[in-house]
């Protein structure tokens, strides 16, 4: 038991101040090791940990926040993507149909229409084509919306 305590003793007195605030706010730690590290906090003239508590509580805010900012700037590219795709094919619909009706070529004409359907369900309006449905739908969803709590 003594061998713990020493143990303890000497990983708490290698430890930064940092290291052993956050040991301290983090928890999970044996009734001796506590009483060890709060003997070596007070060594140490550590005495409260709530503000560095609150100092990790801020450093993780804004993590958070960049990482939604980050999210959103994905969102709103994999939107973009979604938008020209749909425009994309939706010239090529109006490019088959006057192929087809205007200039009397039928052969050209569809073959654009077909493309151009297809380029549109694969901009994401179905669940089995495309790679960018799986994108825009978690984007319209938003699974992934981070707590700023």
């Not at 009397?104 to 359907?117: K, L, P």
Request: glycine share 10%; aromatic share 8%; net charge positive.
């Amino acid at each position: 038991m003594t061998d713990l305590v020493d143990s303890l003793r000497r990983r708490y007195s290698i430890l930064s101040n940092d290291e052993l605030q956050n040991v301290a706010v983090t928890g999970g730690l044996s009734d001796q090791a506590r009483e060890l590290l709060s003997l070596e906090l007070q060594r140490r003239g550590m005495k409260d940990v709530n503000e560095y508590r609150g100092h990790l509580q801020r450093v993780e805010h804004d993590h958070l926040r960049k990482k939604q900012k980050a999210l959103e700037g994905r969102e709103k590219s994999i939107r973009l993507y979604g938008y020209i795709g749909y425009t994309v094919s939706c010239v090529g619909v109006l490019a088959g149909l006057f192929d087809l009706y205007v200039q009397r070529d039928e052969r050209n004409g569809v073959g654009i229409i077909v493309v151009s359907v297809i380029l549109f369900r694969w901009s994401g309006s179905s669940p089995r084509f495309g790679p960018l449905y799986g994108a825009s739908c978690s984007a319209r969803k938003s699974p992934f919306k981070l707590s700023l709590s």
